[in-house]
């Protein structure tokens, strides 16, 4: 089957868009890459998300828009994606949508909203659509995240040794093969508030601003006493958290102030001492599950100084690529949700419990029907133990 998995991440720069040919095997899930293709978020979209995002204020106008204005964009990306990877004959789209909002109470995730209404995908692509992840896995006592997860688990099944997955984009994530997954705190999220509030650029390309500025010790340290670092997993976050006001508090701590020559403290420092939080954070988090490789995917995997940032605090475990091992890094999600939305098709949970921390394993997502209604799929088929790249 050729599904088309759609994704945008924390970053809200583009929407990524990539196909695969998918096949169950016995007990393995085999999954043939056909390519990928990103589109950018138009100007308006993207200012006007940016300006409805926490922790600003919003209206209920205002997320009929862009709930509309990103289901639009959506729709355009899967039908190109259908049209020059599946030669106009994918049979099925997996949308995550755009993440806005995710609830978090005491530690404990109570919701999470994701734009982007699926039925604009399939009126403009004629197909099925499977969209809404996410809030299965919470009615079921889980954090919703990391999604991957169960993806991450199935491809590293019978690799030697502790190989973690870690996943860099707006907030980091990664996954252990005992299960344990969880983000690990802001991968670019800071990065890019931090480049757009001093530059008004969108990020730091290939890290030329961190690679200028010297790591700022008090300001490393005062963001590092972040209580959610030493939460205990399953656990996750997002730009409700780290965001531009939450960096501004930070360099505005009579702490931080107080440190010599602060007020010369230049953007290109402050950009480096975030790029050491995301990797120190990270390595912080693979220490803890005892990881001997790591195998990195999402956009920070373009930062060169990020990953040899990472690189230093993880002395003597390898850090390379999932473009090693067959999937493309910066369409790893998209992939995914692909393959999330091809388990869902066939009444296969798309969850691991150890991961999110819910109640049970679950079948996730809504489905929109096609022009041709919901595809015919076999049943009670067996849950797939691994995935094969091939």
């Known amino acids: ?226 209580p959610y670092y030493a939460l205990p997993a399953p656990k996750t976050t997002g730009k409700e958290l780290f965001h531009r006001d939450y960096l501004l508090a930070a360099l505005a701590d009579p702490a931080v102030l107080a440190t010599a020559d602060v007020g010369a403290l230049s953007h290109q420092e402050v950009i480096a001492t975030l790029t050491r939080l995301t990797a120190r954070t990270v390595a912080d988090a693979v220490r803890s599950v005892r990881a001997t490789e790591v195998i990195a995917s999402g956009g920070g995997t373009r930062n060169p100084v990020l990953m040899a940032m990472l690189a230093e605090e993880l002395p003597g475990v390898p850090v390379h690529t999932s473009d090693a091992l067959g999937l493309p890094s910066e369409a790893k999600e998209a992939y995914a949700f692909a393959v999330l939305g091809f388990l869902t098709l066939h009444g296969l949970a798309g969850t691991d419990p150890r991961s999110t921390g819910a109640r049970h394993p679950s079948v996730l997502g809504s489905m929109t029907p096609g022009r041709d209604g919901l595809p015919r799929v076999p049943r009670g088929l067996k849950q797939p133990v691994q995935l094969v790249i091939g």
């Open 1 to 226: 089957m050729r599904v088309i998995g759609l994704m945008s991440g924390t970053s809200y720069d583009a929407i990524d868009a990539a196909a695969a040919d998918l096949r169950l095997d016995g007990d393995s899930l085999v999954l043939r890459p056909l390519g990928m293709v990103g589109d950018a978020y138009g100007a308006e979209v993207r200012e006007a998300l940016a300006a409805a995002l926490p922790p600003a204020a919003t209206t209920l106008a205002e997320v009929c828009r862009l709930d509309t204005l990103i289901g639009q964009a959506f729709a355009a990306t899967a039908l190109r994606a259908d049209r020059e990877l599946c030669d106009g004959r994918a049979e099925l789209v997996a949308s995550h949508g755009q993440t806005v909002y995710h609830w978090t109470d005491g530690g404990q995730v109570r919701g999470t909203l994701q734009f982007g209404q699926p039925a604009w995908i399939a009126e403009a692509t004629g197909l099925p659509v499977v969209a809404d992840f996410r809030p299965r896995d919470i009615a079921a006592g889980g954090q919703g995240a990391p999604l991957v997860s169960l993806v991450d688990l199935l491809w590293l099944r019978g690799r030697p040794g502790t190989p973690v997955a870690l996943n860099l984009g707006g907030i980091a994530n990664l996954t252990a093969p005992d299960g344990t997954a969880f983000d690990t705190g802001p991968a670019s999220a800071l990065i890019d508030a931090a480049v757009h509030h001093f530059t008004g650029r969108d990020y730091d390309t290939d890290g030329a601003l961190a690679a200028r500025g010297r790591v700022h010790e008090p300001l490393l340290s005062r963001l590092l006493d972040e």
